[in-house]
């Protein structure tokens, strides 16, 4: 349907092809949570991978900041509208973790828990293959608190509610389990080139 | 429920203050929305581009059929500068929604709550405001909302009736462009607090630094973070 007297504003050539449908670009960097950023002491942090209720492997931050790190550029999408281009992380992929840990992944989801209880669920396959890191740097600095620092899951490929900040853990699901905004009628996967905003989309 | 767009119908457009125009449009959801939600606008052009904008409603749920924008101007604002400059009663642009779970208020949850809100981060609020004055106006509120000049304030005489009228409520305006103009800071939350009683509930929203700031001063004063939801814009 055409909007009587709309003609907008194209992004040039290069970044219309870089931006999902539905998004547009910004230069900088916004921020969005459910409530207050979280203080959180980094002689108490803890990263933990569990299978249900059972923990599997737990670092402390000098532990976690001894594993493995992979810098990560590219670009990221809100479902709020807003995309980034050219964003650069660094981190521990999840492969790594996985490795770190001796273990092989136990079930074919998990669901990222933060420390102010966000939780958000992402099917296994799409953490594998250097495709998602928990990120401790953010354009070579530590990540801001309000950008989810000292640690968050990135998982750039899916609307960025999904790389949950403050990530406290992992936890292995069995099956499928809806995280905090998937049960407030986001969408279950949330590809942005396939635009799933919200349930149904 | 999948959240189809649909076509809406703009009934009113008003200026609401230099920088904020009112949007009126007849939306023909099947129920309610709650306070604090928002929706979703898709504008089209004739060669198929495409802008997405979300916008938080500013009328009462206990008026389903239409809703109320207020939608900010922006500088160099795609969509925004469409809804300032070109948008008229009787247009009809695609929306979708009601959109969002967390960032809402109903009667029944109560209060005191506390409503904070930066700008036109108070669109959201004067939802539940209303929507409170209607459905439980004994629940103690208090807003707590900045703006640059007073002509800034959005619906600034709705509010100031209703902090003359309504027993239960109360108004703490801060201005920031004005000689001796301050931002919210720790003697306003902690007086705002002093007025209201611990609050049971607080939704704060504006623009990213305004959001992060207010919602440390809260945290600060001694709110347990549980009780406060934050709304955020920017980008």
């Given at each position: 349907?055409?909007?009587?007297g709309?003609?907008?504003?194209?992004p040039?050539?290069?970044?219309?092809?870089r931006?999902?449908?539905g998004?547009?670009?910004?230069?900088?960097?916004?921020?969005?949570?459910?409530?207050p950023?979280?203080?959180?002491d980094?002689?108490r942090?803890r990263?933990?991978?569990?299978?249900?209720?059972?923990?599997?492997?737990?670092?402390?931050?000098?532990?976690?900041e001894?594993?493995?790190?992979?810098?990560?550029?590219?670009?990221?999408?809100?479902?709020?509208?807003?995309?980034?281009?050219?964003?650069?992380?660094?981190?521990?992929?999840?492969?790594?973790?996985?490795?770190?840990?001796g273990?092989?992944?136990?079930?074919?989801?998990l669901?990222?828990?933060?420390?102010?209880?966000?939780?958000?669920?992402?099917?296994?396959?799409?953490?594998?293959?250097?495709k998602?890191?928990?990120?401790?740097?953010?354009?070579?600095?530590?990540?801001p608190?309000d950008?989810?620092?000292?640690?968050?899951?990135?998982?750039?490929?899916?609307?960025?509610?999904?790389?949950?900040?403050?990530?406290?853990?992992?936890?292995?699901?069995?099956k499928?389990?809806?995280?905090?905004?998937?049960?407030?009628?986001?969408?279950?996967?949330?590809?942005?080139?396939?635009?799933?905003?919200?349930?149904?989309? | 429920m999948?959240?189809?767009?649909?076509e809406a119908?703009?009934?009113?457009a008003?200026?609401?203050?230099?920088?904020?125009?009112?949007?009126?449009?007849?939306?023909?959801?099947?129920?309610p929305?709650?306070?604090?939600?928002?929706?979703?606008?898709?504008l089209?052009?004739p060669?198929?581009?495409?802008?997405?904008?979300?916008?938080?409603?500013?009328?009462s749920?206990?008026?389903?059929?239409?809703i109320?924008?207020l939608?900010?101007?922006l500088?160099?604002g795609?969509?925004s500068?469409?809804?300032?400059?070109?948008?008229?009663?009787?247009?009809?642009?695609?929306?979708?929604?009601?959109?969002?779970?967390?960032?809402?208020?109903?009667?029944?949850?109560?209060?005191?709550?506390?409503?904070?809100?930066g700008?036109?981060?108070?669109v959201?609020?004067?939802?539940?405001?209303?929507?409170?004055?209607?459905?439980?106006?004994?629940v103690?509120?208090?807003?707590l909302?900045s703006?640059?000049?007073?002509?800034?304030v959005?619906?600034?005489?709705?509010?100031?009736?209703?902090?003359a009228?309504?027993?239960?409520f109360?108004?703490?305006?801060?201005?920031?462009?004005?000689?001796?103009?301050?931002?919210?800071?720790?003697?306003?939350?902690?007086?705002?607090?002093?007025?209201?009683?611990?609050?049971?509930?607080?939704?704060?929203?504006?623009?990213?630094?305004f959001?992060?700031?207010?919602?440390?001063l809260?945290?600060?004063?001694?709110?347990?973070?549980?009780?406060?939801?934050?709304?955020?814009?920017?980008?």
């Open positions: 349907m055409v909007t009587r709309f003609t907008g504003r194209r040039a050539r290069p970044d219309a092809e931006l999902p449908p998004q547009y670009l910004t230069e900088d960097f916004p921020v969005l949570q459910l409530g950023t979280p203080k959180i980094l002689a942090w990263f933990t991978l569990r299978e249900g209720a059972k923990p599997l492997k737990s670092w402390t931050w000098t532990e976690f001894a594993l493995p790190r992979t810098r990560w550029k590219g670009d990221i999408h809100c479902v709020t509208k807003w995309s980034k281009f050219d964003t650069a992380w660094e981190g521990v992929t999840f492969d790594d973790l996985l490795a770190a840990a273990i092989e992944a136990p079930t074919a989801y669901l990222a828990e933060g420390y102010d209880d966000y939780t958000t669920n992402v099917p296994v396959a799409d953490l594998t293959g250097a998602a890191m928990v990120a401790t740097r953010y354009a070579g600095e530590p990540i608190p950008h989810g620092g000292p640690a968050r899951l990135l998982v750039p490929h899916l609307y960025f509610w999904k790389s949950a900040k403050w990530v406290k853990g992992l936890r292995f699901t069995q499928d389990e809806a995280g905090f905004w998937e049960l407030h009628g986001y969408h279950m996967y949330g590809d942005p080139w396939r635009e799933q905003r919200f349930t149904g989309d | 999948p959240l189809v767009w649909q119908r703009i009934t009113a008003v200026p609401e203050t230099p920088r904020v125009r009112r949007l009126t449009l007849a939306v023909g959801w099947g129920k929305f709650r306070a604090g939600q928002h929706v979703d606008v898709r089209t052009a060669d198929g581009h495409q802008a997405q904008r979300s916008y938080s409603i500013a009328s749920p206990t008026r389903p059929e239409t109320d924008l939608i900010e101007r500088a160099d795609e969509v500068g469409f809804f300032a400059d070109v948008a008229e009663p009787g247009d009809v642009i695609e929306l979708r929604g009601p959109i969002g779970g967390a960032f809402v208020w109903d009667p029944a949850e109560g209060g005191p709550l506390l409503l904070v809100g700008g036109s981060g108070v959201p609020l004067l939802s539940m405001l209303r929507h409170r004055a209607e459905g439980a106006p004994d103690p509120a208090l807003l909302t703006a640059r000049t007073p002509d800034d959005i619906a600034r005489e709705e509010l100031m009736r209703r902090d009228e309504e027993p239960n109360q108004l703490r305006l801060v201005l920031t462009r004005v000689p001796g103009g301050r931002r919210i800071d720790a003697d306003t939350v902690r007086a705002a607090l002093a007025a209201l009683g611990t609050p049971a509930h607080t939704f704060v929203c504006g623009s990213n630094p959001v992060s700031a207010a919602s440390d809260l945290v600060e004063a001694g709110l347990p973070a549980r009780t406060i939801r934050t709304e955020r814009f920017g980008g």
